[in-house]
């Protein structure tokens, strides 16, 4: 008998240890949770290549976002004394045992759709420079920045009328080579971004004796106001004249400074770079204010950030446009207009066309495919891939080959779409929940 209590004893600890195993092995929710971050990524990745094909269609967008993502791991385990085992001795003991384990688990998730009115709005707003200045700061070839982010340029004159206008856009043949060209030239000349104070006058001009109350310049200070000294010889004439009536000098202006954001050139390119519109070849050289560090006093009191830049054109026969520089100005895109314009790219790839070949950029001295997708089988490469309409579309470039920019620009449209999410629409961190019985 002491025989069979051993034996029973023994297993009923196997059993036992086995439920606990059980519970360690559900416990080890680490790779879990990493393969959820794993499919979070891929979701989000073949939604925006999903919309970069409908745009290349031309069909409606549609977004969604993963909102939350929960894991549960249960484990139960029970031993009773319900099995009999009769044993052959004197007091005919019934000993039983029905040891009982169980692990389960699986992911819950909400997807939401992304179609309110604060979404909608954000991706059809023009990207910011800030946006555009972070980017060339961090050290995004910039002609990867300007072929992205930038729609048009319009070139004006005199009274600030319109010249030409160089569209970003593949539905030309002739636009897009002389926006091309532009960018070539403007890279040489190494136009750039750079951060400047922004001022906008506050109120009136103001005395010196409107400067002696010390609470209202407390006020003024606490505000974010600063207190400019304006030499009256400097103000328009019809607006000096009662100043000058009596003989003063300087007056005063509260305004109120904030950081801003212009296109410059930098110091270190080219002083004149060539490019051809309309097949007719110019030279452009940037003016004296153009050049980054060089924003004075006008410039940086302009009411509105400054997408524009001044530069003289000359044609090569010697011909000037105007008799003074002209003003080149940026005109940046939505992020809705990037998934358009990747479309179009998408678009003029699979059409065939004899003279097309996909945008190239300048990346440290040599050249790099901007954006390039590929249909049917994935490629060992492929970053991620996407079947719309019975055809299946690649996105590469995720080899890390520098010849291939295309991962880097979707990473880039990724953000912009990011930077338009409440906090509500962003993946939650997974939530295991572990209950054992």
């Known amino acids: 008998m002491a025989g069979w209590r051993a034996r029973f004893r023994l297993a009923a600890i196997g059993c036992l240890g086995?439920?606990?195993?059980?519970?360690?092995?559900?416990?080890?929710?680490?790779?879990?949770?990493?393969?959820?971050?794993?499919?979070?990524?891929?979701?989000?990745?073949?939604?925006?290549?999903?919309?970069?094909?409908?745009?290349?269609?031309?069909?409606?967008?549609?977004?969604?976002?993963?909102?939350?993502?929960?894991?549960?791991?249960?484990?139960?385990?029970?031993?009773?004394?319900?099995i009999p085992f009769v044993m052959n001795t004197a007091d005919n003991a019934f000993y039983g045992a029905n040891p009982q384990a169980?692990?389960?688990?699986?992911?819950?998730?909400?997807?939401?759709?992304?179609?309110?009115?604060?979404?909608?709005?954000?991706?059809?707003?023009?990207?910011?420079?800030?946006?555009?200045?972070?980017?060339?700061?961090?050290?995004?070839?910039?002609?990867?920045?300007?072929?992205?982010?930038?729609?048009?340029?319009?070139?004006?004159?005199?009274?600030?009328?319109?010249?030409?206008?160089?569209?970003?856009?593949?539905?030309?043949?002739?636009?897009?080579?002389?926006?091309?060209?532009?960018?070539?030239?403007?890279?040489?000349?190494?136009?750039?971004?750079?951060?400047?104070?922004?001022?906008?006058?506050?109120?009136?001009?103001?005395?010196?004796?409107?400067?002696?109350?010390?609470?209202?310049?407390?006020?003024?200070?606490?505000?974010?106001?600063?207190?400019?000294?304006?030499?009256?010889?400097?103000?328009?004439?019809?607006?000096?004249?009662?100043?000058?009536?009596?003989?003063?000098?300087?007056?005063?202006?509260?305004?109120?400074?904030?950081?801003?954001?212009?296109?410059c050139f930098d110091i270190s390119g080219d002083r004149k770079a060539q490019f051809t519109v309309g097949g007719v070849s110019y030279f452009i050289e940037p003016s004296a204010d153009s050049f980054c560090g060089a924003a004075n006093a006008e410039v940086a009191h302009h009411a509105a950030e400054d997408r524009d830049f001044e530069m003289k054109i000359t044609r090569l026969d010697g011909k000037s446009m105007s008799s003074s520089a002209q003003k080149f100005e940026v005109y940046p895109r939505s992020t809705e207009g990037v998934i358009y314009y990747l479309g179009e790219l998408i678009r003029a790839q699979f059409k065939a066309n004899p003279g097309w070949s996909p945008v190239s950029v300048s990346v440290g001295g040599g050249q790099a495919t901007f954006f390039n997708v590929h249909a049917g089988e994935p490629l060992p490469n492929t970053l991620v891939s996407v079947n719309y309409l019975g055809r299946t579309y690649n996105l590469g470039g995720a080899d890390g080959d520098s010849s291939d920019r295309s991962a880097q620009v979707f990473n880039i449209l990724t953000q912009l779409i990011n930077l338009n999410k409440s906090a509500k629409d962003a993946p939650a961190a997974s939530v295991v929940t572990l209950v054992g019985h």
């Open 102 to 263: 169980g692990v389960s688990g699986g992911p819950t998730f909400t997807v939401n759709n992304l179609d309110t009115q604060e979404f909608t709005q954000g991706i059809l707003k023009p990207i910011p420079m800030q946006v555009i200045d972070y980017y060339l700061q961090d050290g995004i070839p910039p002609e990867i920045i300007y072929y992205l982010l930038i729609g048009k340029v319009v070139i004006s004159g005199d009274n600030d009328t319109p010249i030409a206008a160089l569209y970003n856009s593949t539905e030309s043949a002739d636009d897009f080579a002389s926006f091309q060209s532009f960018i070539a030239a403007t890279s040489r000349l190494r136009l750039r971004t750079e951060e400047v104070d922004r001022a906008k006058d506050i109120g009136p001009r103001l005395l010196a004796r409107d400067l002696t109350a010390i609470s209202a310049m407390t006020s003024a200070d606490q505000a974010g106001l600063e207190v400019a000294t304006l030499d009256v010889k400097t103000l328009p004439t019809a607006e000096a004249a009662p100043f000058k009536a009596k003989n003063i000098t300087q007056v005063y202006q509260l305004r109120k400074v904030s950081p801003d954001y212009r296109f």
């Open 18 to 82: 086995a439920a606990v195993a059980g519970c360690s092995t559900a416990d080890k929710f680490g790779d879990r949770g990493v393969e959820y971050n794993a499919q979070i990524l891929d979701s989000q990745n073949k939604t925006i290549l999903l919309n970069i094909v409908r745009a290349s269609l031309r069909h409606p967008l549609a977004f969604t976002s993963l909102a939350t993502v929960s894991g549960t791991a249960t484990v139960s385990g029970t031993l009773g004394f319900n």
